[in-house]
Nanobody
Framework: QVQLVESGGKLVQAGGSLRLSCAAS????????MGWFRQAPGKEREFVAA????????YNEDSVKGRFTISRDNAKNTVYLQMNSLKLEDTAVYYC?????????????????WGQGTQVTVSS
């Protein structure tokens, strides 16, 4: 069983920055593929970014292109999402997810464990 706990979400002005963290339990975190997703009210959960066990990254280029950066610190069992130049449309609950096989995907169905989410609200 893997537990994921997100933190760092808050109210921020448009154009600002925020860093989200996701702390994971388990001694094999370095082998996990990790993803960030988000869900706005009335919308489906959307892929944001992912990082493989090897460090390779993928992003939702349409929505976060050049603004968000995903990273991981295996010594701390933590994955981060650095968000810059925030826009009103970035407002959502942000979730991290773990794929214990080390892969990453843009599909929610390919992740085995999920956190409870952290709210990010961008104001004008």
């Amino acid at each position: 069983q893997v537990q994921l706990v997100e933190s760092g979400g808050k109210l921020v002005q448009a154009g600002g920055s925020l860093r989200l963290s996701c702390a994971a339990s388990g001694r094999t975190f370095s082998r996990y593929g990790m993803g960030w997703f988000r869900q706005a009210p009335g919308k489906e959960r959307e892929f944001v970014a992912a990082i493989r066990w090897s460090g390779g990254t993928t992003y939702n280029e349409d929505s976060v292109k050049g603004r968000f950066t995903i990273s991981r610190d295996n010594a701390k069992n933590t994955v981060y999402l650095q968000m810059n130049s925030l826009k009103l449309e970035d407002t959502a609950v942000y979730y991290c997810a773990a794929n214990v096989r080390g892969d990453t995907s843009e599909s929610v169905r390919d992740y085995d464990y999920w956190g409870q989410g952290t709210q990010v609200t961008v104001s004008s």
